[in-house]
């Protein structure tokens, strides 16, 4: 599932980008890899999602909806 359609506090794992090389190097740069533990913050039905990366004890991100599309991510056992 797409992060925009996973459920709100909910610990996730991203298990695929589908985009291209530029995409990828922009979530690097943010600091969001593949296999790492996010929690998508709250749930709305527009704007930007926010998620916390759990690996990393980060801040918050935002990140654009269309963004949020290509990060595919599953439920974290």
Partial sequence: ???????ANTI???SSI???????????ALGLHIDDNL???????WGPV????????SSKLALGRG???KINVEYEN
């Fill in 1 to 7: 599932m797409s992060l925009t359609d996973a459920p």
């Fill in 12 to 14: 996730l794992k991203i």
């Fill in 18 to 28: 589908h985009s291209g090389s530029e995409v990828r190097k922009k979530l690097l």
């Fill in 39 to 45: 929690m998508k913050v709250g749930r709305t039905k």
């Fill in 50 to 57: 926010l998620v916390k990366n759990l690996s990393t004890d």
């Fill in 67 to 69: 963004l949020a599309e």
